[in-house]
């Protein structure tokens, strides 16, 4: 993903981090709005299923995330880049809408036992 042993990350590599960014994040947005159609559907297996597919593509967001952070915490210069800061606001309202689904697949399991 990065340069060995950057100085600086230039704009088309923070470009790309940002890209695989929304990829991961997107892609986990999709499953967990196909998880929480399932749970609608009594489907709590598949719906286990999806959120943990959901789960993995946000961890591989969060990683290229971190990395780019971390580097910047290691005196790297990062560039500001609004793709960059887009991106991270995916990922923080994705994370959020995974919260949210995950009681709403708790509270159709609750209606489905009544």
Partial sequence: ???????????DELASIA?????HAGDAREKIFQAVDEASNGEFEAAKILMGEANTELLK??????????????????PYSTLFSHAQDTLMTVKTEQNLIKQMIKLYQKLGEK
Wanted: glycine share 2%.
């Fill in 1 to 11: 993903m990065f340069s060995e042993h950057p100085e600086i990350i230039d704009r």
């Fill in 61 to 78: 967001a969060h990683q290229a995330q971190t990395n780019t952070l971390q580097l910047e915490a290691e005196g790297i210069n990062i």
């Fill in 19 to 23: 890209m695989q960014v929304i990829l």
